[in-house]
């Protein structure tokens, strides 16, 4: 089975060499990274990965990129896998029960939908004031409790082999001929899980590294246009101290921690001597 993801990244370099380990541990197969305008040494980084790993780097200049990236991958790429997750560099899938994503998307596989929307588990500071040193899984180990309301909120992981059942793109959620679904089979039809329902996340999880640091918020996503150019979504530094949720912290980014911490070591002795300081 080929699992893709597709990913509108910038200035992640820092940590992209994290980010495909995890994802290569976990069991995806095809990366389609459209860097947008990185100017941190992330598009070499990634260009070195490329000559090793199944990944698609494609550098873009324009603003307001995503919707125009979604549509690129649905036309270009979706057909090429089986399922292909559109996630952003600080998210990070999980297949909560399962040794790997193949595993936890089989029993779908068959059923009628188009996309499983899988929701976030939003990851606060853990009391840092500046990116420590080491993974992001490993130092950021706090998150929100389930009631948080932004855990409600989806990204989509769509069904391949062909892209005539994709009519719309947005950030979260597709418009599709079968429809989006959640673990549960519950019909989705926004961004997030509507009503009085609680998410489920005994298949699938996004940790979502929402803020990292206060530093980090305060240089990079306080001063963020969303790719998708929905000024709405600008997380200004006010807002820090709302997101910044730390009540939790359920051990679920151990479960692949050692084969993450192999797996980018592997990554960085392949691609050479110049990532060693990433």
Known sequence: MDIGITSVQRDRNPYIIEWIAFHLCVGFNRFYIYSHKSVDGMNETLH???????????????????????????????????????IDGDEFLFPVQHADIKDALAPYQDKRLSALGVYWTCYGSSGHLEDPDGLLLEQYTRHSQPDFHANRYIKSIVKGKKNDHVQGVTAHIFATSDGTFDEKMRILTSHELMGNEHPSQEVFRINHYMTQSYDFYRRKKS?????????????????????????????????????????????KARIGAHAAHL
Request: glycine share 2%; charged share 30%.
């Open 223 to 267: 001063q963020m246009i969303p790719p998708d150019g929905n000024f709405n979504s600008i997380r200004s530094l006010e807002v820090f101290d709302s997101l910044d949720r730390n009540e939790c912290d359920d051990g679920i980014r151990y479960k692949f921690l050692v084969k993450l911490k192999l797996k980018v070591e592997e990554i």
């Open 48 to 86: 070195r990965i490329a000559k090793h790993y199944p990944v698609v780097v494609k550098e873009i200049d324009y603003d307001f990129p995503q919707h125009t990236v979604y549509i690129d991958s649905v036309h270009h790429h979706l057909p090429e896998v089986d399922w292909m997750a559109y």
